[in-house]
């Protein structure tokens, strides 16, 4: 069994930075390093978007709305992966998942709120 969870998430004014979590658990742990890892993201309204991508070797693309406000990291020790989002702004408002390709698991999700 494979499975994600995220944290992190929170209530933000624009502007302001959160770094959210993603550990994985289950016989994904034995090679985590092996395996992409996505961020996605689901506004009210709109469909599921990538959001970031992180390959087994630490190469990084990430969607244009996000480009140079968000930054995906790994750390294979952990069996983690990371989204730092910074200046963020109203429109980055959605529900964050975690995702492994290779078995199409996603996490329960963890809700990111900017507003002022």
């Known amino acids: 069994q494979v499975e994600v969870a995220e944290s992190g998430g929170g209530s933000v004014q624009p502007g302001g930075s959160l770094r959210l979590s993603c550990v994985a658990s289950g016989s994904i742990t034995a090679r985590y390093q092996m395996y992409q890892m996505t961020w996605h993201r689901q506004a009210p309204g709109k469909p599921r978007e990538l959001v970031a991508a992180?390959?087994?070797?630490?190469?990084?693309t990430y969607a244009d709305s996000v480009m140079g406000r968000f930054t995906i990291s790994r750390d294979n020790t952990k069996k983690a992966v990371f989204l730092q989002m910074n200046s963020l702004t109203p429109e980055d408002t959605a529900v964050y998942y975690c995702?492994?390709?290779?078995?199409?698991?996603w996490g329960q999700g963890t809700q990111v709120t900017v507003s002022s």
């Open positions: 995702r492994v390709p290779a078995f199409n698991i």
């Open positions: 992180i390959t087994s070797g630490g190469t990084t």
